[in-house]
């Protein structure tokens, strides 16, 4: 048998496998890395700047215990592109913004404008002490970031309509809960420290003026039952908290979620349970399982902020 035949026989048994994968059905709302022919093309034809301008270290928000430092965020922004998509980036447990500075270019070379923002990560398994002082801040801070980027995404060419939460790990289960809640979730906290005699306010924004609603959220290696635990323990704390308590309120935002199939830190049958909910109430949402770990999938991520916009 000749080299070129030997060579023919072979790719041919290895493409037939991936085809029957592709046709094999899956549950509903689940896909396992959904890279097909169509989001290649699209990946392909979309305009790819020839450079990304990066601008450090810009203060969104100040804590109210001025022993803290100032809250800093970076810009990604596609340089040859204008009217871009915007994402808020949230890092993880003990980690900071340049952490995530390969999935912020990767978004920003698809023509995402990109704030990847510090925020502050204590304890979250303590943060219900002090009548949830360290979740008001927390929650504070990812609100303040929004309202930053929504106000400021025409300076660098972005389209505040089209604003995007992209999270990972302890960014995605605390994140998602500000997310979901948007503009409410301040007046729940006022609300609730009025009733409680605290925490009072943790954060204070630069811009305190634009919304902090997302159009869509996009979360990674995320544990989205962490805090149900409260729901025993303070009921009342839980309501504002647990973003199983905030499904509903925007039903027409777009979510997807992602897990590693090697992420042995999150339950995936948490990520299903939680992703037929979000279905269940109306909402646009997919899981989307992938070959990897605790992690950020670059490109998959940038696919999937691709689908959420529409491109």
Not at 75 to 95: D, K, M, R, T, W
Not at 279 to 305: F, K
Request: a negative charge; one cysteine or more.
């Amino acid at each position: 048998m000749s080299n070129i035949m030997t060579k023919s026989l072979a790719c041919l048994f290895t493409f037939l496998p991936v085809l029957a994968a592709c046709s094999s059905p899956s549950p509903s709302g689940i896909s396992r890395n959904p890279i097909d022919s169509s989001a290649v093309a699209r990946a392909t034809l979309s305009p790819t700047p020839s450079y990304v301008q990066l601008t450090e270290d810009i203060i969104y928000a100040y804590p109210m215990d001025t022993n803290q430092p100032a809250l800093l965020l970076d810009v990604y922004a596609p340089s040859e592109i204008e009217a871009n998509p915007v994402v808020v980036f949230l890092h993880g447990l003990n980690a900071n913004k340049n952490a995530h500075e390969r999935e912020s270019r990767a978004l920003a070379e698809r023509g995402v404008l990109v704030f990847t923002i510090n925020w502050p990560t204590p304890n979250s398994d303590l943060a219900w002490e002090n009548n949830g002082r360290d979740f008001r801040m927390m929650a504070e801070a990812h609100a303040c970031a929004i309202r930053y980027a929504r106000a400021r995404a025409t300076d660098f060419g972005g389209d505040p309509t089209q604003l995007i939460m992209v999270a990972f790990s302890m960014g995605a289960r605390i994140g998602i809960t500000a997310a979901l809640a948007g503009d409410e979730l301040p007046i729940l906290w006022k609300e609730f420290a009025a009733t409680r005699g605290g925490p009072p306010s943790q954060i204070e924004c630069v811009e305190n003026e634009a919304s902090a609603k997302v159009m869509a959220f996009v979360g990674i290696g995320g544990r989205y039952n962490s805090v149900n635990y409260l729901k025993a323990m303070d009921a009342e704390l839980w309501e504002i908290v647990s973003p199983y308590a905030h499904i509903g309120r925007s039903p027409n935002q777009r979510i997807r979620l992602v897990l590693g199939e090697r992420d042995t830190g999150v339950s995936s049958e948490i990520q299903v349970e939680f992703n037929q909910l979000l279905i269940d109430a109306g909402y646009d949402s997919s899981l989307t399982m992938w070959d990897g770990a605790h992690r950020v999938p670059a490109e998959l991520t940038a696919d999937l902020v691709d689908d959420v916009v529409g491109k």
